[in-house]
């Protein structure tokens, strides 16, 4: 359970503040400072406390309570407090998640015109992901029976670590024609967990050519010419699995999307 001592702790961190200089802002003796945060005081003083919040720039209420500070004095509708509600009951993923859809969307918000922005000013923002060059929207050749055809990436791209997506190793897929089917772009094999529960080791997805994917949207990513399946997140790739850590977009050169995941086929195949 978090004390008044780790919150002490985490606002000394905050401000990047030492035992000695906050013993010199708070004018409170360095030996009787360490014995507090050494928790070997059990009654401290209060002017000790208001001292050290002082030192600290932030509140006694947050110190003693952990209550946030409303330093803008914010009221709160009904919605809104409704939102903060759901937000507390969500895991770690979907906070990230929800976290990564609000930056996006605030940036999104102050941008004068989102549509005429040029390729290369959304790369340097990190928003805007080039795909491989795709056939076309309903390439794959169409049959009398019902039937049309997709090429099939034997070689996964992973739901884990990452491989290379190869060209050479594509071959041609027969799939019925449907409206999901007839949206895709190619069909791609993925190994590995990360995205379970929804996503399987084995499953062949359908995937759309894109040059952006929507925050919260699967998608398929080369990062330094490793592949990946993942839920765009803004600045990261998420894993719908919590065991896998988000991976951070920051960390590499070469950033591609080769399209959005549409869906994928109701049987695995061997």
């Not at 359970?1 to 961190?13: A, F, L, S």
């Not at 208001?50 to 946030?68: E, K, M, R, W």
């Not at 015109?113 to 390439?139: C, H, N, V, W």
């Not at 050479?168 to 993925?190: F, G, H, P, Q």
Request: aromatic residues 8%.
């Amino acid at each position: 359970m978090e004390t008044y001592i780790d919150r002490i702790k985490w606002m000394k961190n905050e401000r990047k503040m030492t035992n000695e200089r906050l013993s010199e802002r708070s004018g409170i003796p360095l030996g009787t400072l360490s014995k507090l945060m050494a928790g070997m005081n059990e009654s401290p003083k209060l002017s000790n406390i208001v001292a050290i919040c002082n030192a600290l720039d932030c509140s006694v209420d947050f110190i003693i309570t952990g209550n946030p500070e409303n330093t803008n004095n914010y009221t709160l509708s009904r919605e809104e407090i409704r939102l903060i509600e759901q937000y507390r009951k969500l895991d770690r993923w979907g906070k990230e998640l929800t976290d990564a859809v609000i930056a996006h969307e605030e940036a999104r918000a102050f941008a004068k015109d989102e549509k005429e922005k040029t390729p290369s000013t959304m790369q340097e923002k990190g928003i805007l992901l080039f795909p491989k060059q795709s056939a076309g929207r309903y390439a794959g050749a169409q049959t009398k029976t019902g039937k049309r055809t997709l090429m099939l990436y034997e070689l996964p791209v992973s739901a884990g670590s990452g491989v290379y997506l190869d060209d050479s190793k594509a071959e041609r897929l027969s799939v019925s024609n449907n409206a999901k089917t007839m949206e895709a772009d190619y069909a791609l094999r993925i190994s590995g967990n990360s995205m379970e529960p929804k996503y399987h080791n084995g499953d062949v997805l359908l995937v759309q050519s894109a040059e952006t994917v929507e925050v919260g949207e699967a998608g398929i990513f080369l990062l330094d010419g490793s592949g990946f399946f993942k839920i765009f997140g803004g600045d990261r790739l998420i894993s719908l699995n919590p065991d896998y850590g988000p991976i951070l977009l920051k960390d590499f050169a070469d950033i591609q999307c080769r399209g959005r995941v549409i869906g994928r086929l109701r049987r695995r195949l061997a």
